[in-house]
């Protein structure tokens, strides 16, 4: 157990920082040693709140002549464990540095410091006719950094690409100190290695991003939602496949009975269709005129006759469009308190109706007794299972037990190409089974590139490697 008041890395680091707002009160201790995890206790030794890259710079320096390991936290919304701070570490919140630094209308970008949160991007943005397009359920706290580190996905996957398509430009201060301008916002970049892309997905392992430079992209054209009532899982491509070929969709999200059950008991909402259904599909597509919608009722139709689709609305007004997406970005939180055991898996989309079909027999025959949630973003083969803690289950016990599924359902994923994580990140919670979907060689290689970069071996030890 870390005794805080006589901690040394807090003490070394106010000697050689005397400017850093260092923190070691117990509530922000445990506010921010960790994300929305709940499989580890949070114990940092103390949380530092730089306000300029300088402050970065300074306390990277200490930590590494000190060998003091840090946590980099954006708004520890992760499900992976990878801001979660269980051994006596020092956090690195950039809550105070949410400057936006520059807005350019000729190259359409915007820079921002790293704590700026997701959600203030987006209307920045608008503000200024353009669109920001990656967006998910915890928009509203997430940070860009933290959206960076972990190439954070999210619901228009299928039309934008994740966040790694979005950045033009990253400052990241390594483990020696030194302070990286990658790609400066250029289109193209012919010149050697792009190091920016090793940062985008490393956790936090690699340096601390202290500003991100974003692209920004036209405005998106009028759109509508369709809620749809699926009639089991081999029905669910077939309708993304007629769907796609006549609309311009930008998203295809999935979501079950069970998902539907508990979105509804934790925001209290009414049933979206009159028919009862296995499974439900919220669709968006460009829809500037009537042409469009005239099609998607003609795609709903088919679908309808040949029995993959049961019911369906479709939106008439914005109000429609946000009350529709409720029904899928609200399940996560209805299903936080269990806690729920989250696998983020990801098959390439040709083999999705497999994928579905194997998950749906191995999971009936490892864990009959537990309730299992499926959702996701099934349009770019994104499948997130949630197994849920049952109610007089100690944690341990529920961890070990759904660590029996993971070795099954990661043998499976694996065995027809698939990822163990598809957006949420290896972190903490993941590490034992990265190497189901990396080779020893791969494994070794990112070992290596991290001792360039952290040859102190101070950036989040114990996460992703
Ligand atoms: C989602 O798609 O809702 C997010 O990735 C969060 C989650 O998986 O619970
Ligand atoms: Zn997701």
Known sequence: MVDYQTSGPADALRLACPDLHLVTEADVLVSHGRDWTRFRKPAPCAVAFPNSVRQVRELVTCAAAERIPLVPSGGRTGLSGGAVAAHGEVVVSFDRMR?????????????????????????????????????????????????????????RVLRYGLTREQVTGLKVVTGSGEVLECNRGLVKNASGYDLRHLFIGSEGTLGLIAEVTLRLSDPPLPSKVMLLGVGGMDALMKVFDVLRADLALTAFEFFTDRALHHVRAGHGLPAPLDALCPLYVIAEFDCPTEIEEDRAMAGFERCVAQGWLLDGVISQNDRQVAEMW?????????I????????????????????????????????????????????????????????????????????????????????????????????LLKRPWLNRVRSAAEIEMMQGVKRVFDPAGIFNPGKLL
């Open 336 to 427: 936080s308190h269990y806690p729920p055991y989250k696998n983020d898996l990801s098959v390439r989309v040709s083999r999705v109706p497999e994928f579905l079909q194997r998950m749906d027999a191995l999971v009936r025959e490892v864990c009959p007794d537990f309730e299992v949630v499926w959702y996701g973003h099934i349009g770019d083969g994104n499948l997130h299972m949630n197994i849920l803690k049952p109610a007089g289950m100690e944690l341990p016990e529920f961890e070990s037990r759904s660590h029996e599924v993971s070795e099954k359902t990661y043998a499976l994923t694996q065995s027809i190409g698939g990822s163990i994580s598809a957006e949420h990140g290896i972190g």
């Open 326 to 334: 409720r029904y899928r970005e609200g399940i996560s939180e209805s």
């Open 99 to 155: 400057r936006v630094l520059d807005f350019d209308p000729i190259d359409r970008t915007v820079t921002v410091e790293a704590g700026v949160v997701t959600a203030a991007v987006q209307e920045l943005a608008r503000a200024k006719g353009l669109y920001y397009p990656v967006s998910f359920a915890s928009e509203g706290s997430s940070q860009i950094g933290g959206n960076v580190a972990t190439n954070a996905g999210g619901v």
